[in-house]
């Protein structure tokens, strides 16, 4: 691995042909967005697809970010419960986002889909930023872009074999859960994991070459790269900042280089800085607790997620420590960095898993290494031809199985809601934002698709939701004191849905300001 190298196809003919990060972002981004046409094509009848089909509960909530930005706010207030709290500048990126839709007169699905879209161009041009920064032989570079845009793990091998237990340990498809462990699953799933691993790419290389030629103006534009990523993931300046830290102590550079460094660095600490303190409010730790799935998972399913980059990784391994250039220490110091925050006790217990951000990019790095420095050597002419792209094609099973997935799963009811639930919230979105009272299953989408603010609505985001999740089962089944707690709570709307709740709207509601098929409005004031 070197630093530099001659620029990729550098004769006439490939100068006038697209880069190849362009065509492959761009194919990338053509076949992430079949499923979602699809759904749209053939939703079920009576239904509305809510254009999601990965993590919808966490993307419901960007998109109530997104609206906060339409809203005019840069600061994010929690509109999934209803206990008071100050605004804070988390989730930067997402209430951007919303202004950009504001400014652009844009739906905000529409939105969410473009920065997707965007998001996949920006990554497969970072990925090659950063592979080329790393890796010397233009035809690694070439495969190692393929197999960081299409590579997926191998989880789907733990799905076949029922999840087994090992050493009391449940087993689970990290690959198919874990967007951020591949850039593939980023793509499709969420655009802010595609992104930030961007960001971390960006930031990286030049925080390095800044430290290299002793380049202020380097420093600050990687600077500008870190607070690209810590707008999305505060903690991820930490961690790859870490890691380039050890790299430019272990394998010494200039003063300037130094002072480049400090600069791209010091222009992210004192957002992480907030970011932490924040994340310690009162108002704040009462939501953040309740996060889910912040794990530090067990490693037997951790490397089936991984396993085609790690197998090759491994080969890599002997020879970087025998080298330990500098570009081999920043590497290896990101993975032992990320395995000390993973199994360490730290005070990063509940933020475990989100350190895992653009982990493919380093494993793709080392996995090129390890095919085209201690694999393919080893080989025959022919098959030096063929393992590469066969290697890929294993890799892309996973893949398939992603876009696959959903396209049969369609017309599974989770996926949409009623069409008269969704004209209902199309009637709530511009009217006076209050308090609205409805099943949690609604709740989930009135401040994804309007300004108000739900009592219960979202698994980590309403502050004790199991509970209020029976005290609005209870009040819309006849089972509690509706009118009680509506003055309590300065309840503003009730959505009764058939869907929810068996029972017909109580005469103390009064008369529905809308109705649509399944579903009545009740306006309260």
Request: aromatic share 14%; glycine share 8%.
């Amino acid at each position: 691995m070197a630093v530099r190298a001659a620029p990729f196809g550098a004769t006439a003919a490939a100068a006038r042909r697209p880069p190849l990060w362009l065509v492959l972002g761009l194919v990338v981004a053509g076949i992430t967005l079949l499923p979602y046409l699809y759904a749209h094509l053939f939703e079920p009848p009576g239904r509305t697809f809510m254009g999601f089909f990965f993590l919808g509960d966490d993307a419901n909530t960007y998109l109530a970010k997104m609206r906060e930005g339409v809203d005019g706010s840069w600061a994010w207030t929690n509109r999934y419960t209803t206990e008071p709290s100050s605004p804070v500048y988390f989730f930067v990126y997402w209430i951007v986002l919303g202004h950009l839709a504001a400014v652009l007169h844009l739906n905000l699905l529409l939105t969410f889909h473009l920065a997707r879209i965007g998001g996949a161009v920006f990554l497969l041009y970072a990925g090659w930023m950063f592979i080329e920064h790393f890796v010397v032989d233009a035809a690694a570079r070439r495969w190692a872009l393929f197999f960081l845009a299409l590579g997926l793990g191998t989880g789907y091998v733990v799905q076949a074999i029922g999840k087994p237990l090992f050493f009391g340990q449940q087993t689970d498809t990290l690959d198919w859960r874990m967007p951020e462990l591949t850039a593939f699953y980023s793509i499709l799933a969420l655009p802010h994991f595609a992104w930030a691993a961007a960001f971390q790419a960006v930031g990286a290389v030049l925080t390095l070459r800044a430290a290299e030629r002793g380049s202020l103006k380097l420093g600050l534009v990687a600077g500008l790269a870190w607070l690209g990523e810590a707008s999305i993931h505060a903690q991820m300046p930490i961690l790859v900042g870490g890691a380039v830290v050890v790299a430019v102590l272990y394998r010494r550079v200039s003063p300037r280089g130094y002072a480049a460094v400090a600069l791209a660095l010091g222009m992210v600490a004192p957002y992480v800085l907030y970011s932490y303190v924040e994340l310690h409010n009162p108002e704040v730790s009462r939501w953040s607790g309740q996060w889910r799935n912040n794990f530090a998972p067990d490693l037997l399913s951790l490397f089936f997620a991984l396993a085609p980059q790690l197998l090759l990784a491994a080969l890599a391994l002997p020879r970087m420590l025998r080298r330990r250039s500098r570009s081999d220490v920043f590497l290896l110091a990101w993975l032992v960095l990320l395995a000390l925050i993973l199994w360490a006790p730290t005070p990063a217990d509940n933020l475990r898993r989100r350190f895992f951000d653009g982990i493919f990019l380093p494993l793709v790095v080392m996995a090129a290494e390890g095919l085209y420095g201690v694999v393919l050597p080893r080989l025959g002419a022919r098959a030096r031809r063929l393992v590469p792209f066969a290697y890929v094609s294993f890799a892309a099973i996973g893949s398939c199985f992603l876009l696959i997935g959903p396209l049969l799963v369609v017309s599974n009811p989770s996926y949409s809601v009623p069409t008269g639930e969704y004209h209902a919230l199309q009637w709530l979105s511009p009217r006076p934002p209050g308090v609205v009272l409805s099943s949690t299953r609604l709740g989930l989408l009135v401040p994804a698709y309007t300004s108000d603010t739900v009592y219960v609505g979202q698994y980590s985001e309403t502050f004790n939701w199991s509970a209020k999740v029976r005290q609005a089962n209870e009040v819309l089944n006849g089972r509690g004191d509706l009118p009680s707690f509506l003055a309590a709570h300065r309840v503003r709307y009730v959505l009764w849905t058939a869907a929810d709740t068996p029972l017909p709207p109580p005469p103390s509601l009064g008369t529905p300001a809308f109705t649509a098929p399944g579903i009545e409005v009740f306006q309260l004031y």
